[in-house]
């Protein structure tokens, strides 16, 4: 078992593997799975800073796309939260996402947060691709600001 993880481990540490891993890892950290993808981004321009902005491209995409999964489950739970509409938090939370609109998807990148709102933002029907462009923004910028002094603090 043991050769097995060094295997992977050694597969993972090449430019052309891990960036699959910043995508995968990137991906499920935005679905509604406890999951972080910064180690994984910081680690990998650390290793390898000529790649900075491929890895900040492939972790937006993988967490926008997770992003995008997570509001078809919202559309798809819609239902499921009927028995909550009447509750005051829930009115409220509904009231403001439905001002905001798609901009509130802006928000995305907040840690526990986050996720949830892509969620929300289905299940409000909101637009898909407006919604998208947004989670696009706030993550990306998420991404290059994290890494951006992460870089700067560790260098």
């Given at each position: 078992?043991?050769?097995?993880?060094?295997?992977?481990?050694?597969?993972?540490?090449?430019?052309?593997?891990?960036?699959?891993?910043?995508?995968?890892?990137?991906?499920?950290?935005?679905t509604?799975?406890?999951?972080?993808?910064?180690?994984?981004?910081?680690?990998?321009?650390?290793?390898?800073?000529?790649?900075?902005?491929?890895?900040?491209?492939?972790?937006?995409?993988?967490?926008?796309?997770?992003?995008?999964?997570?509001?078809?489950?919202?559309?798809?739970?819609?239902?499921?939260?009927?028995?909550?509409?009447?509750?005051?938090?829930?009115?409220?939370?509904?009231?403001?996402?439905?001002?905001?609109?798609?901009?509130?998807?802006?928000?995305?990148?907040?840690p526990?947060?986050?996720d949830?709102?892509?969620?929300?933002?289905?299940w409000?029907?909101?637009p898909?691709?407006?919604?998208l462009?947004?989670?696009?923004?706030?993550?990306?910028?998420?991404?290059?600001v994290?890494?951006?002094?992460?870089?700067?603090?560790?260098?």
């Open positions: 078992m043991e050769h097995w993880i060094n295997h992977l481990t050694a597969l993972l540490a090449l430019p052309e593997y891990s960036l699959g891993t910043v995508f995968l890892v990137s991906f499920i950290s935005a509604l799975l406890p999951l972080g993808s910064e180690p994984v981004v910081f680690g990998l321009i650390k290793l390898n800073p000529e790649l900075m902005w491929q890895v900040i491209g492939v972790a937006t995409l993988g967490n926008t796309l997770g992003g995008a999964v997570d509001w078809w489950m919202g559309l798809g739970a819609h239902q499921m939260a009927d028995k909550y509409r009447h509750s005051r938090m829930h009115v409220r939370a509904l009231d403001w996402l439905q001002k905001l609109g798609p901009k509130a998807c802006l928000l995305a990148w907040l526990l947060v986050g949830p709102l892509c969620a929300v933002a289905g409000l029907r909101m898909f691709w407006p919604c462009l947004y989670m696009a923004i706030g993550k990306f910028l998420r991404y290059l994290l890494t951006s002094t992460l870089m700067g603090i560790f260098s």
